[in-house]
């Protein structure tokens, strides 16, 4: 109590001595130890690669400090933090360079894995903790992946170049199983420049060791199951995509009819190896990376060319179609699942046509290249699948 004799301002002035004394000997001496991780890495965005900080921090109790002062030695008391600490760091795994759409923007990004190292962060921490500093760095081992921010601007790989896109709504299961195993050999890869990409040699071999299961297929005018039955699909979108890019056509097919997988008319390329295949020049003077991506609850396909930004501009016209005729006659392919005098609608039947696309292809504002892309498709009559031993399949 203070004595009535004090003025007031005097007893003020005492109790304001008494709480600063009281504050100031709450206040630690220093600041918590922390164990810090300082790392970076690269991005491409907008054709330019960048670096940026990852930091991660971790704060050490200061009894386990305190006692690793007194002795001169890393406190037993402070495993379960080194032990925390390990299963975060290794838990960062390398993941390749990849680009990615953010808010409209097409951006590179690559993560480096992580391996801690327990022994050098112990010896960082005591060197820290007898020079008096209240911070030491978490020693462990970069793991880069085998795909780099680095690689991908080396090879001039720095913009967003092209999208191709089709459709497969409606697909048997047989016929998504195909094009995603198709589509996921062809995620990732470069085109190098002057290289001509070759669809069957990259895909390559299409049977159930490496993936693909069976499913119907155009032969002798109707339908038969063979392996990898849709794998036009993953063509045709490729197809699409390097197009789009401006690259030219070495060879290219349509197929024997119109398919409705494969609109706008024209606008496809099938294969059947040997005898058809897709190939197309990469003539952008730089290397070419192709992702793939899949929506399965859409059923959409796409494929992302990046590269160089060349200067180009590309426009693919609408289909001029001509030339219709009348569908063909019905055909009857062997279907297990009909029972006997039954049929199934397989396919349905289309008109002959003849489809032609433009492309005009610019720089600087001026066209250098105009090509014609022609499609010339036989009437095709419906397909019905039949038991096996029905006598319509003898016809």
């Not at 390398?94 to 962060?121: H, I, K, L, S, Y």
Request: charged letters at 20%; hydrophobic letters at 35%.
């Amino acid at each position: 109590m203070i004595p009535l004799s004090f003025s007031r301002r005097a007893a003020l002035a005492l109790l304001t001595l008494g709480l600063g004394a009281q504050a100031h000997a709450e206040t630690p001496a220093h600041p918590g130890f922390r164990l810090t991780l300082h790392s970076s890495e690269q991005k491409i965005a907008k054709g330019k690669v960048s670096t940026h900080p990852v930091t991660k921090v971790w704060a050490v109790p200061a009894a386990g400090v305190a006692a690793s002062r007194k002795h001169g030695k890393f406190s037993s008391t402070l495993g379960p933090l080194l032990d925390r600490i390990e299963a975060q760091v290794n838990a960062r795994k390398p993941r390749p360079a990849t680009f990615r759409n953010v808010e409209g923007r097409w951006v590179a990004t690559e993560q480096t894995g992580w391996v801690f190292d327990r022994d050098g962060t112990k010896a960082n921490f005591l060197k820290a903790v007898k020079a008096g500093k209240n911070t030491a760095q978490v020693a462990y081992k970069a793991v880069k992946p085998q795909r780099s921010v680095k690689l991908l601007a080396q090879r001039g790989v720095l913009w967003h170049v092209a999208t191709g896109s089709s459709s497969y709504a409606g697909s048997p299961d047989f016929r998504e199983k195909n094009i995603l195993v198709g589509a996921s050999k062809l995620d990732n890869f470069f085109i190098a420049p002057g290289h001509e990409f070759n669809f069957n040699e990259e895909i390559g071999q299409i049977d159930a060791s490496t993936g693909f299961v069976k499913g119907f297929v155009i032969s002798g005018g109707t339908l038969s199951k063979e392996d990898g039955g849709g794998i036009c699909q993953v063509s045709t979108t490729i197809f699409r995509a390097l197009y789009q890019a401006g690259l030219p056509i070495t060879e290219r097919h349509e197929h024997s009819h119109r398919v409705k997988y494969y609109d706008p008319v024209g606008y496809e390329a099938t294969v059947y190896a040997p005898a058809k295949n897709l190939r197309m020049k990469n003539d952008t003077g730089k290397s070419l990376f192709i992702q793939a991506a899949w929506d399965t609850e859409a059923q959409t396909l796409r494929f992302d060319t990046f590269g160089a930004n060349t200067g180009r501009t590309v426009n693919v016209s609408k289909p001029v179609i001509t030339d219709f005729k009348a569908p063909a006659d019905p055909s009857y392919t062997p279907d297990e699942r009909v029972a006997p005098g039954d049929r199934r609608l397989l396919d349905t039947p289309m008109q002959g046509m003849t489809s032609v696309i433009t492309r005009t292809i610019k720089q600087g504002g001026k066209t250098v290249s105009t090509d014609k892309l022609k499609s010339v498709y036989a009437p095709w009559g419906a397909v019905y699948g039949v038991n096996p031993a029905d006598t319509r399949l003898k016809r």
